[in-house]
């Protein structure tokens, strides 16, 4: 792949706590990383790849040791518009991504961020872990006090997300081993008797080759 082709003009737009738009600058490069420490491919590469997904692309990202959102979109099919917003906007309340019931992320922010950790897998050679739990006792109740109990108790450098009405997920980075103490560990913080199916991948799997292999384990 030639270097003109990584080429596409960048717009970043800025915005405040309140979602308010500060500033519009064009080809602006930041320097980020990912939620994890992680340079990312500069911004022009980043937009090549949405432009050619033709897709919009949402990622956890730090500048300057602040957690942001970075949020690319393709205009047209020669520009995209990245988006910065501090994580305390209602972005995501906005766009959906949020369970109302819990206020956990939901499925559609979930696989997004499954496809980001198996791609970290794959690329520093380190494990993903995805455990899904079932309640038994699936009342709102029991849901809300579930979902307080694994953020609370989970690193937070993991995601615990509403997956289905009475099903939680809990998506783990690792340097190596099994998920066995992650599955464990979210069986012990439940305050009610769950069910529980997990795989871990070194990011060679897909998306929907964990997802599966997490429902059949919770359903076997």
């Given at each position: 792949m030639g270097t003109a082709q990584l080429v596409a003009p960048v717009h970043v737009l800025l915005c405040d706590g309140r979602g308010g738009v500060r500033a519009l600058a064009g080809g602006t490069r930041p320097q980020l990383t990912d939620d994890h420490g992680v340079p990312l491919p500069e911004l022009p590469v980043l937009a090549h790849q949405v432009l050619g997904a033709d897709t919009a692309a949402t990622i956890a990202v730090l500048a300057d040791g602040r957690r942001l959102w970075l949020e690319l979109y393709p205009v047209g099919q020669r520009h995209?518009?990245?988006?910065?917003?501090?994580v305390r906007t209602d972005v995501l309340?906005?766009?959906?991504?949020?369970?109302?019931?819990?206020?956990?992320?939901?499925?559609v922010l979930l696989f997004?961020?499954?496809?980001?950790?198996?791609?970290?897998?794959?690329?520093r050679g380190t494990k993903t872990t995805f455990v899904l739990a079932?309640?038994?006792t699936p009342d709102e109740p029991a849901l809300?006090?579930?979902?307080?109990?694994?953020?609370?108790?989970?690193?937070?450098d993991h995601t615990v997300a509403r997956y289905a009405h009475?099903?939680?997920?809990?998506?783990?980075?690792?340097t190596?081993?099994?998920g066995v103490p992650i599955a464990r560990r979210v069986v012990a913080l439940a305050p009610h008797p769950v069910k529980t199916g997990w795989v871990t991948s070194d990011g060679t799997h897909s998306v929907h080759d964990v997802i599966s292999k997490a429902?059949?384990?919770?359903?076997?």
């Open positions: 995209v518009l990245a988006v910065l917003r501090p309340h906005d766009k959906g991504l949020l369970d109302p019931v819990t206020g956990l992320p939901n499925r997004d961020r499954l496809d980001q950790a198996l791609r970290r897998a794959s690329v079932e309640l038994c809300t006090e579930t979902g307080r109990r694994l953020t609370a108790g989970l690193s937070p009475a099903t939680f997920a809990v998506l783990a980075d690792h190596a081993g099994s429902e059949e384990e919770l359903t076997a």
